[in-house]
């Protein structure tokens, strides 16, 4: 095969043959394809589409390109969760242990974030002393003894998307619903889990804006995994606003903490409940997950998987050298809070990086004091901007103008959190 055939046939609208996406995958994976022919090639894609059985071939050689674990010994029923990237979302966070405590083993294999969206491995390393590597021994002996996990991709699961999404990321080709489901499905297959509920982020804040393009993604990922072995049930849920209050890193650990405890903001112990409902149900375990958190059994299950990995999870979260407070710009009702500025915000102050190898700032983030269907008077507190670098407070400041739309009278009716299930 040439490089150039490939490219030309998918902009030309054609369909590539199994053999053909074999080739590029691999032959990319390997640094055989260029780096410039490979983001033509994904230009192509995002503008032209693949049809079903391009998506299930690419998806299988992303598969090949490393390993693929086995967890069938480690004595539980596996089960996994994915988002598909959100602003102030750590609802894995109070999930893995909140599941694990129900019975099952969650074998969260997470990322870092890019962009505007946090990563859970950047969140969590805010703990003291929490490692993100384990070894596969490691991995399957805490799932067994504990049930949970969060921690790093090993670099051999699914190499290509390593490539892949840094290469999307830095050439606009992201919001394909293709790319997005071979690069989320080939991880969570590999991975080994048993069965896995997919949490698709709809509006402003989410790579799929609409409620149409969310439910095309969820149908392709729903039916990769099916043809791959993994029961997969996908959540439609709203990312016009902010999860919760916290959007950064350790704020957001903080949050979550508040959740285990029996606290924590309502959409996040709702939005928590429902995953954790469909997780249980296709691994066969018959628990109410309110009446576990009440129990304060997922706290224990957190303190155990924090602990296991070396982390101090009694040990104080790091606070930002600077905090400063926007306030309100008149009396009236939060109408809007809109999640892409916030994670903007987040990610100016220190939360997230430019380039893959920035480190971030565990203590930098946003808490958002008033949220949609609050009422607020002028001056008072609407954001808490923290970070370690005030010089970046300027740039967040002026991300989050406009984020808060504040009118007189009385509330609209909030926006449904939970939109839609996809079997
Ligand atoms: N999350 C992923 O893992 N991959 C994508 O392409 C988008 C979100």
């Not at 997950?289 to 997922?298: E, I, N, W």
């Not at 009396?331 to 994670?343: C, M, N, Q, R």
């Not at 203590?363 to 008077?377: D, S, Y």
Request: proline share 5%; with cysteine; charged share 20%.
């Amino acid at each position: 095969f040439a490089a150039v055939d490939v490219i030309t046939a998918k902009r030309d609208g054609g369909t590539l043959t199994t053999a053909q996406i074999d080739w590029v995958v691999g032959a990319y994976t390997a640094g055989e394809v260029a780096e410039e022919q490979m983001s033509a090639l994904l230009m192509a894609i995002l503008l032209n589409g693949m049809a079903p059985a391009e998506i299930a071939a690419w998806t299988a050689a992303m598969i090949r390109s490393g390993v693929r674990l086995d967890l069938s010994g480690v004595g539980r029923p596996t089960v996994d969760k994915h988002s598909t990237g959100g602003v102030g979302d750590k609802v894995s966070l109070a999930l893995v242990p909140l599941v694990a405590a129900c019975g099952a083993a969650v074998p969260q294999l997470s990322g870092r974030g890019l962009g505007h969206t946090g990563g859970t491995l950047d969140k969590m390393a805010s703990i003291r002393g929490w490692r993100a590597d384990l070894s596969p021994e490691a991995l399957t002996g805490q799932l067994s003894r504990i049930g949970a996990v969060i921690c790093a991709a090993s670099p051999d699961l699914a190499p290509a998307d390593r490539k892949l999404y840094a290469l999307r990321d830095v050439t606009g080709t992201v919001e394909s619903v293709p790319m997005i489901s071979a690069s989320i499905m080939s991880k969570k297959i590999a991975e080994g889990t048993a069965s896995l509920v997919l949490d698709v982020k709809v509006g402003d804040g989410a790579f799929m804006k609409t409620r149409e393009r969310a439910t095309e993604l969820a149908r392709t990922m729903v039916e990769l995994g099916a043809a791959h072995g993994v029961r997969t049930t996908a959540v439609l849920t709203d990312m016009s606003t902010p999860l919760g209050r916290a959007a950064g890193n350790a704020v957001e650990v903080a949050e979550a903490l508040d959740v285990l405890a029996g606290g924590g903001p309502a959409d996040v112990v709702e939005l928590t409940l429902a995953l954790a409902s469909e997780m249980l149900a296709l691994a066969g375990i018959d628990r109410d997950p309110a009446r576990v958190l009440a129990s304060g059994g997922a706290m224990d299950s957190w303190r155990a998987m924090v602990s296991a990995q070396g982390g101090d999870p009694a040990a104080p979260l790091p606070r930002p050298a600077e905090v400063e407070v926007v306030t309100a710009e008149r009396d009236g009702t939060v109408t809007e809070l809109a999640a892409l500025p916030v994670g903007l915000a987040a990610w100016r102050l220190g939360a997230g990086r430019a380039r893959k190898e920035d480190p971030v700032q565990a203590a930098a983030g946003v808490l958002c004091l008033a949220r949609p269907g609050e009422r607020v008077v002028r001056g008072q507190p609407v954001f808490e901007l923290h970070t370690d670098t005030p010089e970046r407070l300027d740039a967040a400041r002026s991300e989050l103008a406009g984020a808060l739309r504040i009118d007189p009278g009385d509330a609209a009716p909030l926006r449904p959190l939970i939109l839609d299930t996809v079997r």
